[in-house]
């Protein structure tokens, strides 16, 4: 979206009925979960507005738990569920969540971390905090103390992300992933790409490349 989205206030309903942009199903391509085939259930609207952001999440619709499980059992029911957005914490996705760790899938969710739910232990929580000016969002003690990876873009062109701050990584022992910032724009990619490989070779890092913009899926 680019920043171009409307901010959106979280939500605190049953979770019954959620605003979804899209369900389909792909390859993760990046964080820990690279290479899995996924079912991806894209969450609409976020709670920021990143001049970066890379996704569509807007041009949502209303749907029941029943209708969302429909859709996303139909896919062929790959084994990893992947919750994403927008901000997918924004949404009451609790019951979602069981409901699809019910009916086998693993599930990962991508948030941006500044929105906390009690979600169950099995969730994987996948982290990409965001610094949008004024350093990074904190994150809560009970989220760090939940999160499975934090994954951290890099920029060689926005001093915002030109490096990986501590913000409780090392404290929890979270694994950290490093992936170049996507601008559009080939020669800055590549400069992001090697400032992503340098930090993560020098610190022990992973190196996350979104393989799924490599390959030419969504
Ligand atoms: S938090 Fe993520 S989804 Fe939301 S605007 Fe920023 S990059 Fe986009």
């Known amino acids: 979206m680019l920043g171009n989205n409307p901010i959106r206030r979280p939500v605190f309903k049953s979770g019954d009925w959620l605003e979804i942009k899209e369900i389909y199903r792909s390859i993760q391509g990046e964080g820990p979960n690279s290479g899995c085939p996924a079912v991806f259930i894209r969450l609409g609207g976020c709670n920021l507005a990143c001049n970066f952001c890379d996704t569509d999440f807007e041009d949502f619709s209303t749907m029941s738990l029943k209708e969302i499980l429909a859709e996303a059992g139909d896919l062929g ?5 992947v919750i994403t957005g927008g901000e997918p914490l924004r949404q009451p996705i609790e019951n979602l969540c069981d409901s699809l760790l019910a009916a086998g899938f693993r599930v990962q969710i991508e948030t941006n971390g500044t929105i906390f739910r009690p979600l169950d232990v099995r969730v994987e929580i996948v982290c990409s905090p965001k610094n949008l000016g004024k350093g990074y969002f904190p994150l809560r003690d009970d989220l760090l103390g939940r999160l499975n990876a934090l994954k951290f873009l890099v920029s060689a062109h926005d001093p915002l992300y030109a490096e990986i701050p501590e913000i409780g990584q090392a404290r929890y022992k979270i694994p950290v992933y490093v992936q170049p910032m996507d601008e559009f724009d080939a020669a800055k990619n590549q400069s ?6 340098g930090i993560a070779r020098k610190n022990g890092y992973h190196l996350s490349l979104q393989m799924h913009k490599i390959v030419g899926i969504r």
Do not use: G, M, V
């Open 77 to 81: 029911n790959p084994s990893l569920a």
């Open 192 to 197: 992001n790409l090697a400032l992503a490989a």
